[in-house]
């Protein structure tokens, strides 16, 4: 009995590290960059109605600590956060962006890189199709990457809503 236990843990072990090998090898070149890094991460979450999203490269971008963390005002008034994994973003959003449409397009970045991390203010506009001339919302996302030496990874994004009463500052903006 115990020969079939170590059995199947080791073809556990196995199928997760072929699955990962497999991520690698379709979607490594998408991380060599900073900038293949961001455009996948707008890529992979915008799409028309009904256009579903490819999530096992949403979730490859990201470090498996990583959080998505939304901010803005509660019922009460008062401004907060909320903490979400990649999966937890997925189970938040994913159907809400399904049956919608959704397009988030960087129109502004501003980079500061010291060593092996980064932190990226990156200004964008919301569209629910990519036909759509006005955008419904804009905000900031403060992304912060890591480089390892082999790939870039996102180690966290922290987003707010653009608002009347909190408009972005023109240094956030394109020229």
């Known amino acids: 009995m115990k020969n079939v236990i170590v059995i199947c843990l080791l073809c556990i072990s196995l199928t997760s590290e072929a699955n990962a090998q497999t991520a690698d090898e379709k979607y490594i070149s998408k991380v060599q960059s900073l900038d293949s890094t961001l455009n996948t991460l707008y890529g992979v979450i915008s799409g028309e109605k009904g256009e579903p999203r490819n999530w096992e490269l949403f979730k490859y ?29 997925i189970k938040a959003s994913g159907q809400w962006l399904l049956d919608n449409g959704f397009f988030e397009k960087e129109i502004h970045r501003v980079v500061n890189t010291f060593g092996s991390i980064t932190q990226v203010f990156s200004t964008y506009e919301s569209f629910n199709s990519e036909a759509d001339t006005k955008p419904f919302m804009r905000g900031i996302n403060s992304i912060q990457l890591l480089n ?5 990874w996102i180690v966290n994004i922290y987003w707010t809503q653009e608002t009347d009463k909190n408009p972005i500052p023109k240094r956030y903006l394109p020229k």
């Open 148 to 152: 390892d030496g082999k790939r870039w």
């Open 61 to 89: 971008l990201f470090r498996p600590e990583a959080k998505l963390i939304p901010s803005g005002k509660n019922k009460e008034g008062l401004t907060g956060t909320r903490y979400l994994s990649p999966d937890g973003y």
